[in-house]
């Protein structure tokens, strides 16, 4: 069994900032590419950023320049800075990571979402 448990997620004042933490645990081999997807009300699930095993980067157009992603591979941890909120940036956030499980063989493993709040 593989679980990804996810928090930082809550209230954010208008140009705050919030920190989202997404840690993998179970019957781990490797962890491949981790990422951060978001839904808002009445809106498809959308990636916001990802990050590979060797620390590749990328991010949807609309945070580049406020949100940074990174990853401890000891703590099989991926994290969302998140600067400069605005209220668009409202949804639920997911984590998600592709993993090699010593079980199951590798597929996609989900968090259960945290909210993130721009008031």
């Known amino acids: 069994q593989v679980q990804l448990v996810e928090s930082g997620g809550g209230l954010a004042q208008p140009g705050g900032s919030l920190r989202l933490s997404c840690a993998a645990s179970g019957s781990i081999f490797r962890i491949y590419a981790m990422g951060w997807f978001r839904q808002a009300p009445g809106k498809q699930r959308e990636l916001v950023a990802s990050?590979?095993?060797?620390?590749?980067?990328n991010y949807v157009d609309a945070v580049k320049g406020r949100f940074l992603i990174s990853r401890d591979a000891a703590k099989n941890t991926v994290y969302l800075q998140m600067n400069s909120l605005k209220p668009e940036d409202t949804a639920v956030y997911y984590c998600?990571?592709?993993?090699?499980?010593?079980?199951?063989?590798?597929?996609?493993?989900w968090g259960q979402g945290t909210q993130v709040t721009h008031y």
């Open positions: 998600n990571a592709n993993i090699l499980s010593t079980s199951v063989g590798t597929r996609d493993y």
């Open positions: 990050i590979t095993s060797g620390g590749s980067t």
